[in-house]
């Protein structure tokens, strides 16, 4: 049996995947590790009907986590599904 062993990564990441739904809210994040983690997470956004974002640390922690809908969307009353990684 082959067992899959997690690595760090050599550079610290720089961005980050968000999932918002149709309403703009931004309802799933994920760390861009560069690694096949990464890559089901957004897989998984897309399956769920959330449009894809890449933006920069930056960017997440002065602008995304600030907006009114983060992580709970205020829309169609309560969020029916949040996603978190």
Same mark, same amino acid.
């Given at each position: %049996?082959?067992?899959?062993?997690?690595?760090? @990564?050599?550079?610290? @990441?720089?961005? #980050? +995947? =968000?999932?918002?739904?149709? !309403?703009? !809210? !931004? $309802?799933? #994040? %994920?760390?861009?590790?560069?690694?096949?983690?990464?890559?089901?997470? $957004?897989?998984? /956004?897309?399956?769920?009907?959330?449009? #894809?974002?890449? $933006?920069? /640390?930056?960017? +997440?922690?002065?602008? =995304? #986590?600030?907006? @009114?809908? /983060?992580?709970?969307?205020?829309?169609?009353?309560?969020?029916?599904?949040? =996603?978190? +990684?």
């Amino acid at each position: %049996m082959k067992t899959e062993r997690y690595t760090a @990564p050599k550079q610290r @990441p720089t961005h #980050v +995947y =968000i999932g918002r739904k149709a !309403c703009g !809210c !931004c $309802v799933a #994040v %994920m760390t861009d590790l560069g690694d096949k983690m990464t890559g089901q997470a $957004v897989s998984e /956004f897309i399956q769920e009907g959330l449009t #894809v974002e890449r $933006v920069t /640390f930056e960017e +997440y922690r002065t602008q =995304i #986590v600030n907006e @009114p809908g /983060f992580m709970g969307c205020h829309h169609e009353g309560q969020a029916e599904h949040l =996603i978190e +990684y």
